[in-house]
């Protein structure tokens, strides 16, 4: 593919950069139209992104080789596709009648304790047929796909009980083969505590049920899983139970990536740096000791702009922990309870609701997400030997696609996965 004639290339970092901090985040490195000579883009039949220059020397480079697509971007901004940190997306049911209940004044806790909120989500899953999940599943993942995004982070957590969990697991699976968004998969068997169980019930069926489960479906290769998910929250999973899961998770091979400090301070961060979490999600409650643990241990803070404005919760200290050296990255947080499906609007809100620059929230959406999946090596900006994924916007400068409010349907106009257009 020869992407060529480009008013602006943002390729967010550079070589060898594998997330970004403080400062850094600030300047992204760009590549700009210089007089007539526009930016220009290679990505070879691997896939993979093979030169990124100004068009002079990349057709001097190049000379007559045939290239089985070429896009004419003259006039338009390229951009690494975009990644979701923090999704969930298989579930059956829908949760529309709890959106008026929350803007007639009910928390998020009082839904959840009336019996709403996950578990209402949970008997719906519980009793969808794999092939319906599946159906639900790969519409949303298509839309966002159309929104730019070519990675995402996709949890379970619907079932609370080891064959809805395997089901939800085997239907992202299914969505890895046979779709063109790339997913890392997340067991969240310990999402909440399941309608007629105590915590310790729970925790108990997590580590020694539903686990062990999966470890065999990942040895005979039928799944393949990254992640281990708690919702560590009061009147959820405690610390002590987050531990215990989390650790069991590492001893099945996964990578800690969970819910924490979200709407009462839990001290899950320092856990998390403890533990050596990849990722901690949510931190509206972190406390400024956490804050200094994940500075320091490089745990990704994945923050959710969706679910602090849909519940109006205070917002996390996004720029106190941009500015103490933490790994910053955004997710959708797409669930019934925030069902929004776009990066560019989660990138929106970071901007106007957390106080972040656009440069800072694309940063987060792309190189800083990558490393909150173990996967900036690969993915998460315009380098040469990353995966080609890019998102092809009808506009001079990136910018526009945070600036241009819900604007993704009109702006986006090819979004390419390893080189493909989809
Ligand atoms: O990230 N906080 C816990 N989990 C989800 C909500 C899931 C749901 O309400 O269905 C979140 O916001
Ligand atoms: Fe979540």
């Known amino acids: 593919l020869l992407v060529r004639g480009a008013r602006q290339a943002v390729l967010v970092c550079r070589a060898g950069e594998r997330a970004l901090r403080g400062e850094e985040m600030k300047t992204l490195a760009s590549l700009e139209q210089d007089g007539d000579n526009g930016v220009s883009l290679v990505v070879g039949s691997n896939g993979l992104i093979e030169a ?23 006039g338009m901004s390229i951009l690494p596709g975009l990644i979701d940190g923090h999704t969930h997306p298989v579930w059956a049911g829908d949760r529309v009648h709890e959106f008026a209940m929350k803007l007639a004044g009910a928390t998020y806790m009082e839904v959840h304790k009336a019996g709403g909120g996950i578990n209402f989500t949970v008997e719906h899953t519980r009793r969808a047929s794999e092939d319906e999940l599946y159906t639900l599943f790969r519409d949303r993942l298509l839309r966002m ?24 697991l085997r239907v992202i699976q299914r969505a890895k083969r046979e779709l063109p968004i790339e997913i890392s998969s997340t067991f969240c068997g310990a999402h909440s505590v399941p309608r007629g169980s105590t915590m310790e019930q729970a925790t108990d069926d997590v580590i020694n049920v539903q686990l062990p489960r999966l470890r065999e479906l990942m040895k005979s290769g039928d799944l393949e899983v990254d992640n281990i998910d708690v919702f560590c929250e009061k009147g959820v999973f405690d610390v002590d139970s987050t531990r215990r899961i989390l ?12 819910h924490g400090d979200e709407l009462h301070p839990m001290n899950s961060a320092e856990l998390g740096a403890e533990l050596k979490a990849r990722a901690i999600s949510h931190l509206e409650e972190i406390s400024d000791a956490g ?21 109006r919760l205070t917002p996390p200290p996004a720029r106190k922990m941009i500015d103490s050296g933490v790994v910053v990255a955004l997710g959708s947080d797409f669930n019934p309870n925030a069902f929004c499906l776009s990066m560019p609007m ?17 940063a987060a959406a792309t190189i800083n997400a990558a490393a909150s999946l173990g996967r900036a090596e690969t ?8 995966v080609g994924d890019l998102v092809i916007i009808d506009a001079p400068r990136w910018e526009h696609l945070i600036y241009q409010l819900a604007g993704h349907d009109h702006l986006i106009k090819y979004v390419v996965k390893k080189g493909e257009v989809i």
Not at 145 to 168: F, N, P, W
């Open 52 to 74: 990124v220059g100004h068009d002079a020397d990349i057709q001097q480079k190049y000379g007559s080789t045939k290239f089985d697509r070429v896009i004419d971007a003259a």
């Open 145 to 168: 796909v159309r929104a730019g995004t070519t990675l995402v982070e996709c949890k379970s957590g619907y079932g609370l009980e080891v064959e809805t969990e395997m089901k939800m």
């Open 247 to 258: 650790q069991a998770g590492v001893e099945t091979g996964l990578a800690i990536n969970f």
């Open 291 to 311: 804050i200094k643990a994940m500075a320091d241990s490089g745990s990704v803070a994945v923050i959710l702009p969706t679910t602090a404005y849909i519940l």
């Open 346 to 362: 989660t990138m929106h809100l970071a901007c106007v609701n957390f106080r972040m620059s656009m440069n800072e929230s694309l």
């Open 379 to 386: 993915h998460g900006s315009l380098e040469v030997g990353k």
